[in-house]
């Protein structure tokens, strides 16, 4: 089993739509989860911190299942400038992060 | 403030030749630092991690190596290039539960 698995996608989606994400996890400790964004033929950056709580920040909301070890990224109201790679990250100890291979998508006019 | 570079950003190598990219952090210490491949059109790939001087841990089999000569350097290398190295190479660096990602080396093996 891979210790980050994504589905790559790529998902085609219109203007408007939502999609989700999911990501699952081999190790049960990991304390720290992430959504990374990467355009193309870029750096990944940042997009946000998963809490255990779930959370959220405008159209996009990050949650988090420890029991069932994945965690999942839903955009709402999609717009043409979030098309990139999303990548989900996982802090396995300390600092130690594994990144999963990144899901694409793609949202059309 | 803690930064990233990495050099060069674009590279064309013929087959056979070797490789050097090099990777430095600044503002920080006792960094985790991570190289990475990404493929055209693929996920990322971690071919290399490193949490101190000389510790390197190889993820993969491959035609590539990895030194941390020093806490903040971390280079990657090859003696002989193949077709299949052709890829972007990022290098990450990571000292609390976020990782901060170096521009790339877009490498091309003619």
């Known amino acids: 089993r891979k210790e980050v698995e994504q589905d790559p996608g790529p998902f085609n989606v219109p203007e408007g739509a939502t999609v989700a994400f999911n990501c699952t996890y081999s190790n049960s400790a990991s304390q720290s989860f992430f959504w990374y964004r990467q355009d193309c033929r870029k750096e990944p950056k940042l997009l946000m911190s998963?809490?255990?709580s779930g959370n959220e920040d405008g159209r996009f909301t990050a949650q988090l299942n420890r029991a069932s070890q994945y965690i999942s990224l839903l955009i709402r109201d999609s717009k043409l400038s979030d098309s990139a790679t999303y990548l989900c990250v996982v802090n396995f100890a300390g600092n130690d992060m594994r990144f999963g291979a990144g899901t694409r998508l793609t949202v059309k006019p | 403030s803690q930064t990233i570079h990495q050099w060069p950003a674009t590279l064309v190598q013929p087959v056979g030749s070797p490789l050097s990219l090099e990777c430095t952090v600044e503002g920080t210490s006792n960094p985790n630092l991570y190289w990475y491949r990404q493929a055209a059109g693929r996920g990322l790939q971690l071919l290399f991690y490193?949490?101190?001087?000389?510790?390197i841990s190889s993820e993969v089999p491959q035609n590539l190596s990895a030194s941390r000569p020093q806490d903040r350097q971390f280079i990657l290398s090859s003696k002989k290039l193949l077709l299949s190295d052709s890829g972007f190479y990022l290098c990450a660096w990571s000292s609390g539960p976020e990782a901060f990602f170096g521009q790339g080396t877009r490498l091309t093996v003619v």
């Open positions: 998963v809490y255990s």
């Open positions: 490193s949490v101190g001087i000389g510790q």
